[in-house]
């Protein structure tokens, strides 16, 4: 039974830094594939940053979406069987409720979501 909590919420003005972390409870954290997911109010759910998750990422580095490239990291501590996201140069339009999932095979797994508000 695979179980993801996120912390680390909250709210920010823009231009700061927040960072997300996502414990992974289960076995063989190391042999899932892990990615951060938002969605904001109004809008679908999107990816945001990951290791592999998507079918065209099949290197090593991390993949993110384009509006965050350069403002947030992904990492992974497969000792504490943690990710993160560190997010800087935070904006308004980030504001939206982000997500830690976690997959193996056609098996995925959510996280109940952690609120990240940006202020102007």
């Known amino acids: 039974q695979v179980h993801l909590v996120e912390t680390g919420g909250g709210k920010v003005q823009a231009g700061g830094s927040l960072r997300l972390s996502c414990v992974f409870s289960?076995?063989?954290?190391?042999?899932?594939?892990m990615g951060w997911f938002r969605q904001a109010p109004g809008k679908e759910r999107e990816f945001v940053a990951g290791?592999?998750?998507?079918?065209?990422?099949?290197?090593?580095?991390?993949d993110y979406t384009n509006s965050v490239k350069g403002r947030f990291t992904i990492s992974r501590d497969n000792a504490k069987n943690t990710i993160y996201l560190q997010m800087n140069s935070l904006k308004p339009e980030d504001t939206a409720v982000y997500y830690c999932?976690?997959?193996?095979?056609?098996?995925?797994?959510w996280g109940q979501g952690s609120q990240v508000t940006v202020s102007s």
């Open positions: 999932a976690a997959k193996i095979g056609a098996y995925e797994h």
């Open positions: 289960g076995r063989a954290f190391s042999t899932y594939t």
């Open positions: 290791f592999n998750w998507n079918w065209y990422d099949n290197d090593s580095d991390p």
